[in-house]
């Protein structure tokens, strides 16, 4: 069982950049995959990015490729997505979520947290 809760969402401006937090609580936090993902309203819940156990290893949609950042540290229990040169398009609730098995869709993540809002202003 693991517990997830996201923090550091906002208000930030076209250009601006957040830093989302993802902590974990519950055994074995560097056995999972952890994975972003986000919701925009009236839309389906959508990939962001995953990071494998060891950390070693990203995965990032076409979407923020080269503007976000996922990275973890195991000895905090925690998750960070770094988003920078963030775009009106970028607002959405983002999700923390772990996993078992590497996925990049929603049916392969068993745990997720309550997500944070975050908004980027044109």
């Known amino acids: 069982q693991v517990q997830l809760v996201e923090s550091g969402g906002g208000l930030v401006q076209a250009g601006g950049s957040l830093r989302l937090s993802c902590a974990a609580s519950?055994?074995?936090?560097?056995?999972?995959?952890m994975a972003w993902f986000r919701q925009a309203p009236g839309k389906e819940r959508e990939f962001v990015a995953d990071?494998?156990?060891?950390?070693?290893?990203?995965n990032y949609a076409d979407s923020v490729k080269g503007r976000f950042t996922i990275s973890r540290d195991n000895a905090k229990n925690t998750a960070y997505l770094q988003m920078n040169s963030l775009k009106p398009e970028d607002t959405a609730v983002y999700y923390c979520?772990?996993?078992?098995?590497?996925?990049?869709?929603?049916?392969?993540?068993?745990?997720w947290g309550q997500g944070t809002q975050v908004t980027v202003s044109s």
């Open positions: 519950g055994r074995a936090f560097s056995t999972y995959t």
């Open positions: 979520a772990a996993s078992r098995i590497v996925a990049v869709t929603t049916t392969g993540y068993r745990y």
């Open positions: 990071i494998r156990s060891s950390g070693g290893v990203t």
